[in-house]
């Protein structure tokens, strides 16, 4: 195969997954990932695609399917989680969800002593349970494959329990302090939030200024904290001066 077609092969599956790994492209076609990588850099400085640690993504991209998420921005990912992981205490009650930035909270709890953690993600709830935590999986309706649940059912099922904290992501956060995200998972979050003592928002520098979604979920001053992996400009701290700012 020639470059150029190589080329046109590789944006065809980029288009087709909006966010793929090197090694992704490297199992498909069969090629170095030397090779896989000079490719991507000749794509992003033609400017249709935006290369990632790791992988590359659509320079329009407006969805990124779940299985590639977990590899997009994950050493930042791993950042947050671990930062979010230190304010769980022995014996807390925490409502986790399905997001995969959330789910890096899960390797750094496993020696947590009797906390109980309520999640939508099937994966995260398996996961901890190999290692003893007591886990709460909420029931509903597959809403991205393969692990995240989410309709009527699991809202309904989330208002029923009762947490110290709540771990949660988003598309992300405008300039002015507006969490934004889909419209369906709103819904979940609310219940979630409403039904814990403190709400922890976890996002990192790729999705300030840059939020996907159409919902306005909340704002930074209706939560406990964000753990973020930037600074805040002062103006935002100052204006949302009852939220605690946890920068890693």
């Not at 922890?200 to 840059?210: G, N």
């Not at 306005?216 to 939220?243: L, Q």
Request: aromatic share 10%.
């Amino acid at each position: 195969m020639y470059q150029n077609e190589r080329l046109d092969e590789i944006l065809k599956i980029i288009t087709r997954y909006k966010y793929v790994t090197v090694k992704f492209l490297t199992d498909e076609l069969h090629y170095s990932t030397a090779t896989i990588n000079r490719d991507l850099n000749i794509l992003a400085e033609q400017k249709l695609i935006t290369r990632h640690y790791g992988g590359a993504e659509l320079a329009d991209n407006k969805g990124v399917p779940l299985r590639f998420r977990h590899h997009k921005m994950r050493a930042a990912k791993n950042k947050l989680g671990k930062a979010a992981a230190e304010l769980i205490g022995d014996g807390d009650t925490v409502f986790i969800d399905a997001t995969t930035t959330t789910q890096c909270i899960a390797q750094y709890i496993t020696d947590k002593k009797d906390i109980t953690v309520i999640s939508n993600n099937m994966a995260l709830i398996a996961y901890l349970s190999e290692y003893g935590v007591r886990c709460i999986c909420l029931g509903g309706a597959v809403y991205e494959a393969p692990s995240m649940l989410c309709n009527m059912d699991t809202i309904e099922m989330a208002s029923k329990y009762r947490a110290d904290k709540h771990f949660f992501t988003s598309g992300g956060v405008t300039a002015d302090g507006r969490i934004i995200g889909g419209e369906a998972y709103a819904l979940l979050r609310n219940a979630m939030t409403d039904n814990s003592e403190k709400s922890y928002f976890l996002v990192d520098h790729a999705k300030y200024e840059k939020p996907l979604g159409i919902r306005t979920w909340c704002t930074i001053g209706d939560i406990s904290a964000v753990i973020s992996d930037f600074d805040f400009p002062e103006e935002t701290k100052e204006k949302y001066k009852s939220t605690e700012f946890i920068t890693v």
